[in-house]
T-cell receptor, first 114, second 112 residues
Framework: GEDVEQSLFLSVREGDSSVINCTYTDSSSTYLYWYKQEPGAGLQLLTYIFSNMDMKQDQRLTVLLNKKDKHLSLRIADTQTGDSAIYFCAESIYSGGGADGLTFGKGTHLIIQP | DGGITQSPKYLFRKEGQNVTLSCEQNLNHDAMYWYRQDPGQGLRLIYYSQIVNDFQKGDIAEGYSVSREKKESFPLTVTSAQKNPTAFYLC???????????FGPGTRLLVL
């Protein structure tokens, strides 16, 4: 079955790097995603990685994928107060002609200390 | 201004009442999705539709119904059979290659 696991909280100091980790179980995952959710809002797509890639970098964000261990991480460099949010890891499974929806972790609350 | 809109932002349901949540997109996306989010939980898939006039049940479809008569619209009805409807409901859509899903702002449903 599909299962995505994340730790619930991460606290970092402003200016430090944040690393949010995720493990998934379905080896047929095609894409893996990181979404950001601010209070009372919808989900904002931050970045995604195709399952045959190891790393993807986009400005302050770096995604690392270890397929052998089924481990995905999101590194945010120079963490700012505006990065305070819940971060969701998600995987997509494809069948037939399209995506059957995403399977989400429970989200990691990123708390920024001044 | 392209995007996904959901209305209303807040919705109140009385006992035994059916309510309908609206989701509209002008991104010309083929696929649309409904998710439910409970406090401290990730999102769970209710229904999805990969093409007009076709839709599939997700993981928690019981007590919900959908229709997909137009490409840009995917309304969700929360029926009286859904015994615990209080949640934040999120609609999403994705394009032809379906490698990314974009989300609307959500509707919060509360029971009176």
């Amino acid at each position: 079955g599909e299962d995505v696991e994340q730790s619930l909280f991460l606290s970092v100091r402003e200016g430090d790097s944040s690393v949010i980790n995720c493990t998934y179980t379905d080896s047929s995952s095609t894409y893996l995603y990181w979404y950001k959710q601010e209070p009372g809002a919808g989900l904002q797509l931050l970045t995604y990685i195709f399952s045959n890639m190891d790393m993807k970098q986009d400005q302050r964000l770096t995604v690392l994928l270890n397929k052998k261990d089924k481990h995905l991480s999101l590194r945010i460099a120079d963490t700012q107060t505006g990065d305070s949010a819940i971060y969701f890891c998600a995987e997509s499974i494809y069948s037939g002609g399209g995506a059957d929806g995403l399977t989400f972790g429970k989200g990691t609350h990123l708390i920024i200390q001044p | 201004d392209g995007g996904i809109t959901q209305s209303p932002k807040y919705l109140f349901r009385k006992e035994g009442q059916n309510v309908t949540l609206s989701c509209e997109q002008n991104l010309n996306h083929d696929a649309m999705y409904w998710y439910r989010q409970d406090p401290g939980q990730g999102l769970r898939l209710i229904y999805y539709s990969q093409i007009v006039n076709d839709f599939q049940k997700g993981d928690i479809a019981e007590g919900y119904s959908v229709s997909r008569e137009k490409k840009e619209s995917f309304p969700l009805t929360v029926t009286s059979a859904q015994k615990n409807p209080t949640a934040f409901y999120l609609c999403a859509s994705s394009g032809r290659r379906q490698e990314t899903q974009y989300f609307g702002p959500g509707t919060r449903l509360l029971v009176l």
